[in-house]
């Protein structure tokens, strides 16, 4: 505990863009495993956080914000969205043998409600996906299709995954064995496999492995149809996988087991789009804990350092410690352990939320708190009768979004009141 609280020699130039002024998060608990919190003030210098130290009686001098009776967590990665589709309701009638029956019974662009929200510019689509992940305390997303530098730049709300390889599934994919080959040795390769109950689900590792596309690199995303083979081959392999629980039961009827779960080393945990999730990341870690029985360190792990390992981060994120990325959130303190506290949370626990040094998020009881204050900088959401204050082009976002839908707007499946 002594070697926790101290001060870094110089913090590396941060990655998440350009440098972000200096800040103390002061008064807060800080999170520094899963179980383990304590009272302490963070700096963050340069995008990154430079110290962690006992909280003084008087206030820091400079830029900070009292953050006493909160506890600082990390900031949550999501492994797996579908950015542009979290404007959508849940489409489907399940459950279905496999993700292409699905596909098959819900594609009508021509008729509502797939019609008007594909009328949305995609960029603003993307762009409410980005908010989804920023509102539940997501600071990392990983988005399952092209890397758009045109929309995910520094004013992005949240970090989008850059390195990466991706094919969308092996049934959708017209040369795997050429994607496979190119994939960059320190890069993550995502592929949808195994999403379906059917032979054909079953027997995708098998056909990965053929084609060479199965290794240490690989994240299986979904995983559900395959047997004990199946899953000890990725394993054997160095491979990884992404679970989406909620998002499998709608569409397949049922998704992994926690024993299936325990035979993965590296296992993150994914929301999915609206399309087929019951909502966001914190919706997602709610599911897991409820309906398949896995515990608080196995959800916290599986959206902090866990995530971290399988997206092959390198910059700290994740975790709370001195030199890493500063992607930071605050909750409630109610004194319970930070895995026990993450298990609990909703959205409308996520009060303030830092992403790379730069405040993003802050609800209107910090806002008063933060010295100087800035908060008539930020714009106001009102979701679900929550308001929070956020470092995004909000009033340009409603309009463009409601000239197509003027009726209803709801982000994964919550109701947009402002």
């Not at 206030?59 to 589709?85: C, K, M, Q, T």
């Not at 797939?114 to 510019?121: K, M, Q, S, T």
């Not at 949370?345 to 992403?355: L, N």
């Not at 009033?395 to 463009?400: A, D, T, V």
Request: charged fraction near 25%; glycine fraction near 10%.
């Amino acid at each position: 505990m002594v070697d926790v609280l101290t001060s870094c020699e110089a913090p590396r130039p941060s990655r998440t863009g350009a440098p972000t002024p200096t800040l103390w998060l002061t008064g807060a608990r800080v999170a520094l495993d899963a179980r383990t919190a304590v009272r302490a003030d963070l700096l963050i210098e340069g995008g990154r956080i430079r110290e962690i130290t006992p909280t003084w009686d008087r206030a820091r001098d400079g830029n900070s914000v009292d953050l006493s009776g909160y506890l600082l967590l990390p900031g949550l990665i999501n492994a797996h969205d579908h950015l542009e589709f979290n404007l959508f309701p849940r489409l489907g009638r399940g459950p279905y043998a496999n993700f292409e029956e699905w596909a098959r019974d819900i594609y009508r662009p021509e008729l509502p409600p797939a019609r008007e929200h594909l009328r949305v510019p995609k960029s603003v689509r993307l762009w409410w996906g980005g908010l989804k992940n920023l509102l539940c305390g997501v600071t990392t997303v990983c988005h399952h299709n092209m890397y758009d530098p045109e929309v995910f730049t520094e004013e992005f709300p949240v970090r989008v995954l850059r390195r990466y390889a991706w094919a969308h599934s092996i049934r959708m994919e017209k040369d795997l064995r050429a994607v496979a080959r190119a994939v960059p040795a320190d890069s993550p390769f995502l592929i949808h496999l195994g999403e379906g109950t059917d032979e054909a689900s079953r027997n995708e590792i098998f056909e990965l492995d053929r084609l060479g596309g199965l290794d240490a690199r690989t994240v299986v995303i979904h995983g559900v149809g395959l047997d004990r083979a199946g899953h000890a081959l990725p394993e054997a392999r160095g491979g990884a996988l992404v679970w989406c629980p909620s998002s499998n039961v709608f569409t397949l009827g049922r998704t992994l087991d926690r024993s299936t779960l325990l035979g993965h080393r590296r296992v993150a945990i994914g929301s999915d789009s609206a399309l087929t999730a019951e909502g966001d990341l914190l919706d997602e870690i709610r599911f897991a804990r409820e309906k398949v029985g896995v515990t608080p360190d196995e959800v916290f792990n599986a959206v902090t350092l866990g995530a971290a390992e399988v997206l092959r981060l390198a910059d700290g994120e994740g975790s709370l410690a001195c030199g890493a990325v500063a992607d930071v959130i605050a909750v409630p303190d109610s004194g319970e352990s930070p895995e026990t506290a993450l298990a609990k949370s909703s959205f409308c626990e996520i009060e303030w939320v830092t992403v790379g040094g730069r405040p993003r998020l802050l609800s209107p009881r910090l806002a008063g708190r933060w010295t100087p204050s800035r908060a008539g900088e930020f714009s106001r959401l009102r979701i679900e009768g929550v308001e929070r204050l956020l470092d995004a082009p909000v009033s340009r976002l409603l309009e463009q979004t409601r000239e197509h839908l003027p009726t209803g707007l709801h982000l994964a499946g919550k109701r947009v009141e402002s």
